[in-house]
């Protein structure tokens, strides 16, 4: 299928995006993306890392059930976070 713009001629094939015009084309951002989510996902790593540290050494946190549930959401979302990085 073939669709016209203005400024911009763009053929559509499948998950493919070509660009026309000397214009930036989609599959440059697809560096973009991995970066900023690579930045991200380790942020997320380490920030859960020092939490779990900060509640696992102290273990007077550990009496309290907020405490308790805060550790266990923080242990949780390192695991997807190296679960997602894995996978892509």
Do not use: W
Request: glycine share 6%.
């Amino acid at each position: 299928m073939r669709m016209m713009n203005n400024s911009t001629n763009v053929l559509y094939r499948g998950d493919n995006i070509t660009l026309h015009n000397d214009s930036v084309e989609a599959k440059d951002y697809g560096i973009v993306m991995k970066t900023s989510f690579g930045i991200i996902a380790s942020l997320s790593f380490f920030g859960n890392l020092l939490l779990c540290l900060v509640i696992f050494r102290k273990r007077s946190m550990l009496k309290m059930p907020y405490n308790i549930l805060i550790g266990s959401l923080a242990v949780t979302d390192m695991l997807t976070g190296m679960q997602c990085a894995i996978i892509r």
